[in-house]
């Protein structure tokens, strides 16, 4: 596969290429090869975005089902020396999912950085809870929550101490097991009020690269 240049050879911060690395942190990978880069998302619009923030012409190609959730996956795979040299440097590595820790990020794009992480692999959960209704009929509420998600417990605490320092919103630190997973894994979950101003956050302007179907949902939060 011939190497793909992007056009900013000194990968200079910008709010694609911050986004980016959120998604290759969360559903990236980087080979043993020192050269190429892979991102799997069972979500082609996911791809579809990835591919243009770093303005790559590759095709989009199909995973082997996984063996353990038997769902269909996609990916893309690139040669970028240069690139890959960069993330090494920034924080990443090759078989990250245990050993991942703090990446470097210029707070100027780090709300860039955590919405590629949301998108790769977070969640934004909203339903309408009637659990009190026996109790008042008006106890009605519109529930909202954010999980943010990681496999190493060191890079979650470094994402919830930059978010905390940052924002001044602390979330709640969880350790999680599922029946899909060895190993357990970690949840930075975050509450109704501290979500609309993560939300805030991260989509702070319209036109920002992103995952159309959580940004629906994030819409509804963000003119409170």
Known sequence: MPAQKLPDKNFIWAPDLAYAVGLITTDGSLSKDKRHIIFT?????????FKRCLKLKIRITKNHPSLITKKQSLRVQFSNVQLYNWLIKIGLCPNKTLRLGKILIPDKFFPDFVRGHLDGDGSIITYVDYYNTDKNPKYIYQRLIIYLISASKNHLIWLRDNIKRMKNIHGSFQ???????KRPYYVLKF??????ILLKWIYYKKGLPCLKRKYKIAKRFLKN
């Open 191 to 196: 509450s109704k009020k501290e979500s609309i």
């Open 175 to 181: 350790i999680r097991k599922n029946h899909f997973r």
């Open 41 to 49: 998302s069972s979500d082609i619009d996911l791809l579809k975005t």
